[in-house]
């Protein structure tokens, strides 16, 4: 304890003493998803595009703390899948998901402008999303899964599933490469995967309940719509037995996301169009 504490005292005179800086900036790439009907990391389909904000403060060239909002969303059907199981089940799903993070990013470079200009980095933290997953009913239209209680979830048949909640949190984690652009611009390239507390992102989780209990609690569409192999052209597939597994309720799901994000880089808030002239002159004529 003696020695973390010595430590400490060396290390934050010097962090105090570092360069310090700011990062301001847009992400664009694209997202995707791994869960009960996904179950490939990196699969030929599913991919949507995922646009983002993001702030980072640097304490000094290697260490800082980033903020961000991104807004994208993931997508799955069964009959993508090369699993017979799956593929008899049928199911599809669609959902927005709009993300709030905070985390610690590491350089594993020291980055300003008089030294290293190209570094990789990782980065964790902690995250808040919105997620509400839907379908297309059997006219085509829109319909949303978490009133239908697809596994009973909410139904006093089965007080032991709870209404999973539109709001949760994540893991997230990752890391890219960076690169300094002249004196002003930050370029990223990044891979960020996000572990969730939930295994509801695609509705599916646990086994199949009582089509007949699930038909009189939640009506007709419920029951549609948490078992599609009858819809199968050719194939005669009944309605699975009370208990007969629907997904994997041992693992929860996760989504992920890579692209790149541009950022202007600048030392402090404060006059910041005076600092800009004096980085970027080309920029206002001087």
Known sequence: MKRFILSLVVIFPLLAQAQRHHEVGLFAGVSNYHGDLQDKWFPDNGYRPNVGVFYKYFMNPRVGIRLGA?????????????????????????????????????????????????????FGGLSVFYFNPYTDGMNG?????????????????????????????????????????????????????????TDYLDDVSKS???????FQDRGRQSVDLSFRGDELIGQKVPYPDYGYQRGDSKANDWFWYGGLTLAVYFDAFNNLNTYWQAKCPGLFGR
Do not use: C, W
């Open 208 to 214: 199949y309940v009582n089509q007949n209990e699930l």
């Open 141 to 197: 239209e829109k319909v949303m899964l978490r009133p239908l209680s697809t596994e009973g979830q909410g139904m006093s048949q089965y007080p032991d599933r709870k209404n999973y909640s539109n709001i949760n949190v994540a893991l997230p984690f990752g890391g890219g490469m960076k690169f300094f652009i002249g004196k002003t611009l930050m370029l990223t390239t990044e891979l960020g995967f996000r572990y969730t507390a």
């Open 70 to 122: 991104n807004y994208s969303k993931i997508t799955a059907a069964d009959s993508l899948s090369d699993i017979a199981v799956k593929q008899l089940r049928n199911l599809r799903f669609e959902s927005k998901l709009f993300e709030m993070h905070a985390g610690l990013e590491i350089n594993l470079l020291p980055v300003d402008r008089e030294r290293a200009k190209v570094s990789p980095y990782i």
